[in-house]
């Protein structure tokens, strides 16, 4: 009942009179700032809703927290698929998503997708090894790592998923069970005639609570303690089974 209170205001204010008075082409708003994770999570959705003085088309991308990600190239050796070469990607969101009005290569050019990198394919994503791989290897590890990332629904693109009302305009943000933790960028981009006439930034922080917090920093905070207590319990867990099945 609150978000849908907080859309109805804001809604409000996008329609006052005065707002149009000044120099703002775009306005952006979220219904919602954060998202905790707790044991019973099972995705989140968010509305991002706005208003547009002048015609035009909408993309919205979506970055999570930035992460190093390693990508192996598996080969086929006697039958069997092993890890071979390998590449350590820097600053890589570890969820990206895209919306827009209609289909992206008819907004806006190649050239200022690159620049803007709208895109999971136009990601400034770099190796930090092998510098000695050429160009076109680089490629296909990244390549490979979008595919993963999309298996695992953390990355999207969802074109014709922003929806117009006149001035308003409004879209669904989706984030999949096993969003990460951190801060998620949100810009709106208005665009016309290939060219970039405003944009705004939104953010949402999505954080672990509970009893996952707790499980999560002990984790990393006494790693070897938190592998030896994980041991413990799966031998437990065993043996207590293993007691249960001989009674049956």
């Known amino acids: 009942m609150m978000q849908i209170f907080l859309i109805i205001i804001y809604l409000l204010i996008f329609l006052l009179p005065t707002r149009s008075s000044g120099n703002e082409t775009l306005n952006t ?10 044991s019973n999570f099972t995705g989140k959705k968010i509305l991002l809703f706005g208003n547009k003085e002048i015609e035009g088309d909408i993309i919205i991308t979506i970055s999570g927290p930035k992460e190093k990600v390693l990508v192996h190239e598996k080969t086929k050796k006697m039958g069997i698929w092993i ?43 770099k190796p930090i090894n092998n510098l000695e791989i050429s160009n076109e290897e680089i490629e296909k590890f990244k390549s490979g790592l979008i595919r993963n990332k999309i298996k695992k629904n953390l990355y999207s693109l969802n074109e014709k998923s922003v929806f117009f009302n006149n001035k308003l305009f409004r879209s669904q943000i989706n984030f999949p069970t096993n969003a990460p933790e951190g801060n998620y960028k949100i810009n709106t981009y208005l665009i016309k005639n ?12 999505i954080s672990k609570v509970g009893i996952e917090r707790k499980i999560y920093n002990f984790a990393n905070k006494q790693p070897a303690l938190y592998g030896i207590c994980a041991i413990i319990i799966a031998i437990l867990s065993g043996s207590i089974a293993s007691i249960i099945f001989r009674r049956i």
């Not at 290939?194 to 922080?205: D, G, H, Q, R, Y």
């Open 29 to 38: 708003e979220i219904s919602q700032k954060t998202i905790s994770i707790s």
């Open 83 to 125: 890890n071979s070469n390998k590449i350590v990607f820097s600053d890589v969101p570890s969820y990206y998503a895209i919306a827009s009005n209609r289909r992206i290569k008819n907004i806006i050019s190649i050239e200022n997708q690159n620049k803007l990198q709208i895109g999971a394919e136009r990601l400034n994503i």
């Open 194 to 205: 290939n060219n970039i006439i405003n944009s705004k930034e939104n953010s949402v922080f």
